[in-house]
C-alpha cells in the first residue's frame, strides 16, 4: 500500500524515493538468507552509508545531512519494512554518533565524518546484566590513571557486540546513582574490550547481541564525551532520540504485516469468495490499517516537537509506546489473516511477529515508557 506522506521539502520526497529503490534492491532480495544463517550485514550498512542514510539528522560540517529527524525517521520507516535488523542497525548507530556529536569535545568530534558517514559502525552500551531498566544502578567503574581511564565491568545485550567500531561506554566514575557516571568513547580494538559469545535470539538474528566485557581497558581521557558525571544525562537524552527511531521501525514493520495480510486476504478465496469480504476479516484489517496510520501520526508529531527544538521526551515515549505495542498487534494479527501459512516460514509475517516483540523491550521497555508519561502528568 502507498502511504501518502507529507514532506517538509522536495528533497525529502526525491531522498524517500531513492531510500525505497535501494531498500527494494539491496535489502528485500537479502533478508531471508541473511535471517535464516544469523549473519550480520555488515557490507549492506556501507552501501547505506555511501548514500549518505548513516548520519541522515547531523549537521553537514560533521559529514551529516541535515535531514529533519521527521524525514530521517520515514528513511527509518521504509528500511524497517524490508528488513527490520538493518532499520533497527542504522537506529541505534544513529543513536550512538548522538552523544558525540551533541556533547563531545572537539577531538572526539574530528571521528565525526567517519561515523556519520558509515566508515565506522557505533554501539551504545549503557544496559548490565544484573539491570537494564534501573541504569542509574550500573556498575561498570572507571577510575582515572594518568591519562587514561582504566574500565572495568560487563555490558549486556549490546547490539553490534563484536562488529561495531567504536563503543558508547557509560560508566561509573564517581559515588552511587546517576550523578556519579559519565560517557566514554572507546575504540572496539582497545585491549581489555571483549563481546562475548552472541545470544540466541527470537527474531533480528542478523543482528548481534552480546555482554561485553570490560577487563582492565584504558581509553584515553580526552574520549571522555561531556563532564564527569553527566553520563547519565547524556544516556537519556540520546534515548530520547533512539525511541523515536524504535517508533519509526515499528511503524514500517507493521506497515510491511498490513500490506502482506491485505494482498492475501483480496487473493485467498473461502466459501467462494475472497477473504477481505468477510467483514469478520475486514473489520480486522480496518482496525489494523487504522492502528499504523495512528502509530506514524504520533511518531512524526513526536519528531515535529523535536525538529521545533521543543521539549519531546514525553511524547516520544507516547510514540513508543504506542507504536511498538502496534506493532505487535498487527503482526501477530497478520499470522491470523493467513491462517495456517501465516505459521510457516514461506511467508514474512511468522518473522515479523518474532520480530515485533524486542521493540517493545529496547530502549526502556514499555512499562518504562509507562512511567516516563505518567511520572510527566504527576508534575
Ligand atoms: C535485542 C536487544 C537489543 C538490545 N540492545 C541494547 C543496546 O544496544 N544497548 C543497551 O544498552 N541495551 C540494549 N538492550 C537491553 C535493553 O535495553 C534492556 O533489555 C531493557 O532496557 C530491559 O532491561 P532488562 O532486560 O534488564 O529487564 P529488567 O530491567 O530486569 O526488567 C524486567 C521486566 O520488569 C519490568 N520492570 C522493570 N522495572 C519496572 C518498574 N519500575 N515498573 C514496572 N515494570 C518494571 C520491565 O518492563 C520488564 O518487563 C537490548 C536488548 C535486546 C533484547
Redesign the pocket.
Known amino acids: 500500500m502507498t502511504v501518502d506522506r507529507i514532506l517538509p521539502s522536495d528533497e525529502a520526497y526525491e531522498l524517500l524515493e531513492l531510500v525505497t529503490e535501494l531498500a527494494d534492491r539491496e535489502l528485500a532480495p537479502k533478508v531471508g538468507d541473511f535471517e535464516n544463517r544469523g549473519v550480520f550485514p555488515r557490507e549492506v550498512l556501507r552501501t547505506l552509508g555511501r548514500a549518505g542514510l548513516l548520519g541522515l539528522p547531523y549537521p553537514e560540517e560533521h559529514g551529516g545531512a541535515a535531514q529533519p529527524y521527521e524525514v530521517y525517521l520515514q528513511v527509518l520507516e521504509i528500511l524497517a519494512g524490508r528488513w527490520l535488523a538493518v532499520a533497527e542497525a542504522v537506529s541505534?548507530h544513529t543513536l550512538s554518533c548522538y552523544p558525540v556529536a551533541t556533547f563531545g569535545g572537539e577531538r572526539a568530534r574530528r571521528l565525526l565524518p567517519d561515523l556519520l558517514g558509515g566508515a565506522l559502525l557505533g554501539?551504545?552500551?549503557?544496559?548490565e546484566p544484573q539491570?537494564?531498566?534501573?541504569?542509574a544502578a550500573l556498575t561498570t567503574r572507571a577510575r582515572r590513571d594518568g591519562g587514561d581511564y582504566v574500565v572495568s565491568g560487563t555490558?549486556?545485550?549490546?547490539?553490534?557486540a563484536g562488529v561495531a567500531d567504536f563503543y558508547n561506554v557509560f560508566c561509573r566514575t564517581g559515588g552511587p546513582g546517576a550523578r556519579g557516571i559519565s560517557c566514554l568513547l572507546a575504540d572496539a580494538n582497545t585491549p581489555g574490550i571483549v563481546p562475548q559469545t552472541p545470544?540466541r535470539?527470537m527474531g533480528?538474528r542478523s543482528?548481534p547481541?552480546a555482554q561485553i566485557a570490560f577487563d582492565e581497558a584504558r581509553v584515553p581521557a580526552d574520549r571522555l564525551i561531556g563532564a564527569e558525571g553527566e553520563g547519565f544525562k547524556i544516556a537519556l537524552s540520546a534515548l530520547d532520540s533512539g525511541r523515536l527511531g524504535i517508533a519509526a521501525c515499528a511503524v514500517g514493520l507493521a506497515q510491511a504485516a498490513l500490506d502482506y495480510a491485505v494482498d492475501y486476504a483480496r487473493q485467498r478465496e473461502q466459501f467462494g469468495q475472497p477473504l477481505i469480504e468477510f467483514q469478520g476479516l475486514g473489520f480486522l484489517l480496518a482496525d489494523l490499517a487504522t492502528q499504523v496510520s495512528a502509530a506514524r501520526a504520533l511518531t512524526l508529531a513526536a519528531a515535529r516537537l523535536r525538529d521545533a527544538g521543543r521539549p519531546y521526551s514525553t511524547e516520544a515515549a507516547k510514540a513508543k509506546l504506542f507504536a511498538t505495542d502496534t506493532a505487535m498487534r498487527v503482526t501477530t494479527d497478520a499470522v491470523q489473516v493467513l491462517g495456517g501459512a501465516g505459521y510457516v516460514c514461506d511467508h514474512p509475517v511468522e518473522r515479523y511477529m518474532r520480530e515485533a516483540k524486542?521493540l517493545q523491550?529496547?530502549?526502556?521497555?514499555?512499562?518504562?515508557q509507562?512511567?516516563v508519561i505518567a511520572r510527566s502528568l504527576a508534575r
Open positions: 541505534v554501539a551504545y552500551c549503557l544496559s539491570g537494564g531498566s534501573d541504569a555490558k549486556a545485550w549490546i547490539t553490534h545470544e535470539t533480528l543482528s547481541i524486542v523491550i529496547v530502549e526502556g521497555t514499555n512499562q518504562i509507562r512511567m
